[in-house]
């Protein structure tokens, strides 16, 4: 037992190695990883876990952290317990969980970008594509706010239930798998996270569950937002790695869904990160722009914003920069800047197909 402790966490090294040496084949991922194992690993997930009404992945952790407290307060109240313990030990179990990690899911981040695989040109943007892009978007959420409500001054309020959201917000995949064929989603395991409380503490509104293919969504968040989280995280589990991409296919998602509340989840979510980049470029006309939104727009955002003020604290800066780190490790080297990034998809896109 000790030889194998000792050989698994040797193993360690050579997993680091061999995931940092993926990165550069990333069409060989593409097609015998993300294209082939994945493809099978997470549609058997999703068989298993989609059918249970609570988040098995939540539980999964919580067992594991009462594991890992337990065993570090044996370790330092317990001698006996010390000397039995080796470096080993520990070694080998996280020589496990990166493979596990990695294996199931995490060979996704050395993939071939969506740029490679929509064949879009990958080029800097100037501030009249930003420019155009935002009033294109602005166009497109007044005009489905004006579907939605009698006058636009007034924001829009989802009647349906959270758990009605979930049940229709799929139909948007299958929607856009007429225009990009690999984005079946099938069959369904999207899940409110039991830890939401927490997730919201810590400014995070969902996540992939590598180790059951569960897509785990905040569940507090405002109506309003949750359709586009959920999309973004189904995205993830498709295969989608990078979180900029997750967030241009959630909007494809959004955008060609029929129902018009899904599609106005994703526009005001398009909406601010290109009004955000446009700022950036030129903040006097993003400031024009923004004097030019209805005032229901407006409100939709102040709603989110004040929502997530209300849970602001000191640890979630810590979280995220925990969370910025591990995105810069896996390929993502704009960390959690990297989620803005979606705007230069979404005009690359929009060059070469349209929407």
Not at 13 to 25: A, D, E, K, Y
Not at 243 to 269: Q, T
Not at 339 to 355: D, F, Q, R
């Amino acid at each position: 037992m000790k030889d194998l402790k000792k050989w698994l966490t040797y193993s360690l090294i050579v997993q680091i190695f061999l995931v940092w040496l993926s990165s550069f084949f990333p069409r060989w991922i593409e097609k015998y990883y993300s294209q082939g194992i994945y493809m099978g690993l997470s549609k058997v997930f999703r068989f298993t876990f989609g059918w249970i009404p609570f988040s098995f992945g939540d539980i999964l952790y919580g067992l594991s952290i009462v594991l890992i407290t337990r065993y570090i307060v044996l370790f330092i109240s317990h001698k006996s317990f010390r000397n039995k313990t080796s470096i080993y030990s520990v070694g080998a179990t996280v020589s496990i969980i990166y493979f596990l990690f990695y294996f199931l899911w995490g060979l996704n981040y050395s993939r071939e970008n969506v740029y490679a695989r929509l064949t879009l040109d990958e080029k800097e943007l100037n501030e009249i594509q930003l420019l155009e892009l935002s009033e294109f978007i602005l166009n497109e959420t007044s005009k489905t706010l004006n579907k939605i409500v009698e006058i636009d001054s007034l924001p829009v309020v989802i009647h349906y239930t959270k758990n009605q959201i979930f049940d229709i917000v799929p139909g948007g995949y299958e929607n856009l798998q007429n225009r990009i064929p690999d984005l079946d989603y099938r069959p369904i395991s999207l899940k409110k996270s039991l830890i939401s409380l927490p997730l919201t503490y810590m400014g995070f509104s969902g996540y992939l569950n590598p180790f059951t293919g569960e897509a785990q969504v905040d569940y507090l968040v405002p109506k309003v937002s949750l359709p586009i989280i959920c999309l973004h995280e189904m995205a993830h589990q498709m295969g989608v790695g990078f979180e900029s991409e997750a967030n241009f296919i959630g909007f494809l998602a959004a955008y060609y869904h029929d129902d018009p509340y899904i599609k106005y989840s994703g526009l005001l979510m398009a909406y601010r990160y290109s009004l955000f980049d446009l700022y950036i470029a030129n903040p006097e006309k993003a400031q024009d722009l923004l004097a030019r939104t209805p005032k229901g727009i407006i409100k939709n955002i102040e709603e989110m914003e004040l929502f997530w003020a209300k849970y602001q604290n000191a640890s979630e800066a810590y979280f995220k920069a925990f969370y910025d780190g591990y995105l810069k490790v896996n390929n993502q080297e704009d960390g959690m800047k990297s989620y803005s990034n979606m705007t230069k998809l979404l005009i690359a896109y929009k060059e070469k197909y349209g929407l």
